[in-house]
């Protein structure tokens, strides 16, 4: 098995920008959910992505990694196109990234151990397992979970399983991690531990962070950058201190956890259709 380290330090070498979306647009048959984003991530910094469910947070980082292709527009990993490669090449291109799926999906029978060495044994023939049970060993290790190799899925906390499935994402030294909401489902404690690790991967492996969430605790701990997604466009994009200031209603609604205008009027609207679902007529 080859190790990932050092891969292209030379072309990284040129650029701010590790990531980049040039007029990035995808509908679903007529439905517009991405609207024309141009942006750069930069290279080992943390980017958060946030805003209300189905807004499009999960299909724009898929884009990241050309797990979805582009309506229109380009994807570009170091300055090279990557959203109209061919799967082949893209595989090799998705060498260079972990990614935390929405969920965590662990496969449930396989161990731990297995479940870190999957992605390793879809990229490189495993000769030296002796090599592969240290480096299994080192990535429990960075999330606090080394001992936990033989163990299944079922017998871990959700938090556990998030740190397994972060343990797995860096399995090959991604140099980009895209994470969909990494906190979900976990109590504050557990979920500042997700964020410390993202922190600590940051520091430790300079990785370029991605991050999907909900939690803006999260967000502000972690991200170098937050940017909003609403209605398919880049609403709102800087630091914390932007983004705790910004002007836009749709924001801070947002921010502090405030039903909208438009929530209210589909719940009103649910509200009287459940009324008149049981007017008295229907009784008699
Ligand atoms: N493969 C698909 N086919 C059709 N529509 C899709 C597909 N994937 C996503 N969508 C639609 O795109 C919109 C954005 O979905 P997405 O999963 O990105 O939302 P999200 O912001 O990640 O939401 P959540 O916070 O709930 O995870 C939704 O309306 C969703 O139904
Ligand atoms: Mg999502």
Redesign the pocket.
Known sequence: MKEQNGKNKTSQANHNGALEVRGLT?K??P?L?LDNISLSIEKGKTTVVI??????????I?HLIAL?RPTFGEVYYDNKRIDNLEENDLNKIRTHYGFLF?GGALFDSLSVSENIIFPIRQHFKITDWRQVEELVKSKLAMVGLDGFQNYYPADLSGGQRKRVALARAIALNPEIILY??PTTGLDPIRSDIINELILKLQRELSVTSVV?T?NMASAYKVGDRIIM?HNGKVIADGNAEHIRNHPHPVVQQFINGQVSEDDLAVLRMSGSMAQAQFLPRDFE
């Open positions: 995808k679903f048959g439905k959910v805003g209300p469910s189905g807004c499009g947070k999960t299909v724009f898929k979805l929405q969909d909401e999907v909900h997604l």
